[in-house]
């Protein structure tokens, strides 16, 4: 080894540094404290009653039970909760990712008078409160009759979602060669051929990556839902959520139980997705198109 | 092909602005909701919030809670991805995945969780503070009733869930700083912190700045999690503009004309304060 590192002497020698035993323990400390909260939902959801309401917290179940979960599906209506919020969500993205995908596409391969102007408008009405859409929603759907409706709280959901999906979506339309749009312009492909064969394609990371942002951003509201919705059997999941109330000896309390169960069934589907575009967006950057 | 999206827009945005600024120089109440029946009262609801201290304690509330998350989650954001570079593989992965875990996680079950870890008499956190016995017996503690608690409550809630998003990105600009150049730093014998003060941070600049344009959006916008954790109590001690907003325009008679005038109010001070990131976003917007 001695032999190999004198001889090494074209090669920079790299100062090696020691193992950093601080930068770890900090960084350990860091982990504990940011899992415990998703820990401790988790570990709320398996324990029966007692351990749950316990004065001296229990750090693991010591009779790990379904029981929570068990009660969360069957008591109440997760069911038609359930039901609400994947019809709602789905609405809302997919109207918004095909009013996106459209509109990005103009946005980005055409060139007309106002494009800059209607750039400069998409972010600006991304910035607007939820709160100050939420108020004249509300009166536009009461005049409308679509307060109430899962129609009115799709289109409360693709007015928060769209802006955003449409300049996600341009973003990956810029990162596609023009070149080969006149490619397939030379081999005789119509406008919609082009858009239809040729772009939509390559920009395919980029629809999944923006509907995965919408769906996050729908899945997650609770204001709208519970502002719009009057009707219970129209609740969502995180409406439902924030409701677990149980009667405990003659008291009204919450049922943290049956509720960090809920919550850790509710998160599932996000953190799922979010893994998925985790891999799409890197993969989908670098597998560009066009070579040589 | 805008068409359809313009069209959507004008229905679902366009329109409905109009209305709130319409609905804000109006008495538009619950008894409006019923009858139909408004009566146009000029800029009278503007005069009414602008004298109103509740309006102005909201926007103070609003600009120091937005600054004071800011501070927190870039100083350990900016913290922890400095830590990564110097971590070893195998913590760096694991450092990555919690953070990343975390960043997934919805605010809608992550507030709730937190109510539930920082409840009174059966919570985590009281009980973990009580064994320090720094501050005697805290079992019983109720976060959500005390002003300063409540807001140190929804503080760490806040900042626990977009650091993730502020240190993987500062990472990945960190990652991007050349090495010749804090070796060379290095060798001229500079210090770890002037390494990070003189080569490190004008490279990340681009991306903090961005960060906290971001941050102050959010933060500004901030709802869910404030509503709830405290519902803006106690006693309105954690209401800000949104919170302040909704509970006009939603509860009591539903004083929606008062409360769109607030709307109002607080979407103009918030697009003044972005006007720098919008500008800043079309200049960097390749070829708009």
Same mark, same amino acid.
């Given at each position: ?30 982990c504990?404290?940011w899992a415990?909260?998703i ?47 994947v019809?709602?969500v789905t609405?809302?993205v997919v109207?918004a990712i095909?009013?996106g995908l459209?509109?990005a ?56 979602v769209?802006?955003f999906s449409?300049w996600v979506m341009r973003g990956f339309f810029l990162a596609i ?22 772009l939509f394609p390559l920009v395919m990371p980029g629809i999944v990556a923006s509907s995965v942002f919408a769906f996050i951003a729908a899945w997650n ?43 850790t069934m509710f998160a599932i589907p996000v953190v799922v997705f979010f893994m998925i575009i985790q891999r799409n967006l890197i993969t989908g950057m670098s597998a560009g198109a066009v070579k040589? | ?67 004071? =998350? ?7 954001g900016?913290?922890m991805a400095?830590?990564m570079t110097?971590l070893?593989v195998a913590l760096r992965h694991v450092v990555t995945v919690v953070l990343v875990l975390t960043w997934a996680m919805p605010n809608?079950a992550t ?50 869930g977009s650091v993730p998003f502020t240190a993987l990105t500062l990472y990945a600009a960190e990652t991007q ?30 991306t903090? =700045?961005l960060i906290?344009?971001l ?12 509503? =709830? ?60």
């Open positions: 080894m001695t032999t190999a590192r004198d001889t090494a002497i074209s090669r920079p020698r790299r100062r090696r540094r020691p193992f950093p035993v601080v930068s770890s323990l900090i960084a350990v400390l860091f504990i404290v415990f909260p820990y401790w939902m988790i570990n709320t959801a398996f324990k029966p009653r007692q351990e749950v309401l316990s004065s001296t917290p229990h750090f693991i179940p010591e009779n790990p039970t379904f029981d929570n979960f068990v009660t969360a599906i069957t008591k109440g209506h997760f069911f038609v909760y359930l039901q609400n919020s019809l709602v609405g809302a109207l095909v009013l459209f509109a596409a103009a946005l980005s391969r055409f060139r007309f008078r106002g494009r800059r102007t209607i750039l400069i408008l998409i972010l600006i009405v991304q910035m607007i409160p939820g709160t100050a859409l939420l108020i004249p929603q509300f009166l536009v759907f009461n005049a409308t009759g679509l307060l109430g409706t899962y129609w009115g709280l799709i289109l409360a959901y693709v007015a928060s769209l802006p449409i060669p023009i070149e080969l749009d006149e490619a397939a312009r030379i081999d005789g492909a119509s406008t919609w051929q082009v858009l239809t064969r040729v509201d609770y204001i709208f839902a519970f502002t719009f919705m009057k009707d219970q059997a129209h609740y969502t999941l995180p409406v439902w959520l924030n409701s677990f109330t149980v009667i405990i000896a003659g008291e009204i309390g919450t049922d943290y139980g049956g509720q960090m169960a809920a919550a040589g | 092909m805008l068409t359809p999206a313009s069209l959507m827009i004008l229905f679902v945005m366009a329109v409905p602005i109009g209305f709130l600024i319409f609905a804000s120089v109006t008495n538009y109440n619950q008894r409006t909701l019923f009858t139909g029946a408004f009566d146009f009262v000029g800029l009278q609801q503007y005069g009414a919030i602008l004298t109103s201290p509740d309006f102005w304690w909201a926007l103070v509330r609003t600009i120091v809670f937005t600054v004071a =998350l800011l501070i927190g989650t870039v100083l350990i900016a913290g400095h830590l110097s070893p809608v507030s709730l969780v937190w109510s539930w870890l920082f409840q009174p008499q059966y919570g985590v956190i009281n009980w973990l503070i009580s064994q320090t016995g720094i501050f005697g017996d805290t079992t019983s503690v109720n976060w959500a009733a005390d002003p300063t608690l409540a807001w140190a409550c929804v503080w760490l809630l806040v900042v626990w700083v050349s090495h010749d150049l804090k070796e060379a730093a290095r060798l001229d014998g500079a210090s770890e912190s002037a390494v990070y003060r003189v080569v490190i941070l004008p490279a990340i600049a681009p903090l =700045l906290t344009m941050s102050i959006i959010w933060n500004f916008n901030l709802f869910n999690q404030i509503w =709830l954790v405290t519902k803006g109590g106690p006693d309105g001690a954690t209401s800000t503009l949104g919170v302040f907003t909704y509970t006009t325009a939603f509860s009591g008679n539903l004083q929606i004309g008062a409360g769109s005038a607030i709307a109002v109010a607080s979407t103009i001070i918030l697009l003044a304060l972005s006007a720098l990131y919008i500008r800043m976003l079309v200049r960097s917007g390749e070829d708009l």
